[in-house]
């Protein structure tokens, strides 16, 4: 089946630190891959994507590579803050009828600490 | 713009009972979707509409949930009767469609927590 499958969090960070979190899919096909991030008490907002293989998509300071032959999209920033503290999410997306039908995995907690 | 609108904030229940949850997308948003979130997982789809119509609810538990979008703009979202196991998150999500580019852009609410006791 479709799935996705993200490290167990928490990730416990000081400020500055480099961050990864890892994420594997698998597709039949090949899907869109993204990152969303969820900030306390708000909704779901879209932090990145990439479409094909090689892609990297790019963000407020993260990225992510579409690995086909490590089936990876795995989400890197080079210096955290405290404001990035939230729920990460890596999300494939499955073409259904023509329509988006987005398969999330389980979310990793990121907390940075001053 | 405004964003997704979602209400209650939070609904507290016993078994047995019933409850709705209400969505108000983006103004021209002709997609909606709701996810079920359990705490620890991953955001799940029940349901999506296309304008008034529905395009995929396969994953909807139909014994006991039930959704509409009757004018092609709101919905409401109803469990009944509930079970301990439907506590989590409820979120709305709302878009235009697929650009010519064939991407779509998805607007999340900030969702409706259940307890169910």
């Known amino acids: 089946g479709n799935s996705v499958t993200q490290m167990e969090g928490p990730v416990t960070l000081s400020e500055e630190a480099f961050l990864t979190i890892n994420c594997t899919y698998t597709?039949?096909?090949?899907?869109?891959l993204f990152w969303y991030v969820q900030y306390p008490g708000e909704g779901l907002q879209l932090l990145l994507k990439?479409?094909?293989?090689?892609d990297k998509g790019s963000n407020k300071g993260f990225e992510a590579t579409y690995r086909k032959e490590t089936t990876s999209f795995h989400l890197e920033k080079g210096s955290v803050q405290v404001s990035d503290s939230a729920v990460y999410f890596c999300?494939?997306?499955?073409?259904?009828?023509?329509?988006?039908?987005?398969?999330f995995g389980t979310g990793t907690r990121l907390l940075v600490s001053p | 713009e405004a964003g997704v609108a979602q209400s209650p904030r939070y609904k507290i229940i016993e078994k047995r009972q019933s409850v709705a949850f209400w969505c108000n997308p983006i103004?021209?948003?002709?997609?909606l979707y709701w996810y079920q979130q359990i705490l620890g997982q991953g955001p799940k789809l029940l349901i999506q509409?296309?304008?008034?119509?529905?395009?995929?609810d396969s994953q909807l538990p139909k014994d006991r949930f039930s959704a509409e979008r009757l004018k092609g703009v709101d919905s409401t979202l109803k469990i009944q009767p509930a079970k301990l196991e439907d506590s989590a998150v409820y979120l709305c999500?709302?878009?235009?469609?697929?650009?010519?580019?064939?991407?779509?852009?998805?607007?999340f609410g900030s969702g409706t927590q259940l307890s169910v006791l």
């Open positions: 990439a479409t094909k293989a090689d």
């Open positions: 999500a709302s878009s235009l469609g697929r650009d010519p580019g064939g991407e779509e852009k998805l607007f």
């Open positions: 103004s021209g948003h002709a997609t």
């Open positions: 597709a039949t096909g090949y899907p869109s």
């Open positions: 999300a494939l997306r499955l073409m259904n009828t023509g329509f988006q039908k987005l398969v």
């Open positions: 509409f296309q304008n008034n119509g529905v395009v995929d």
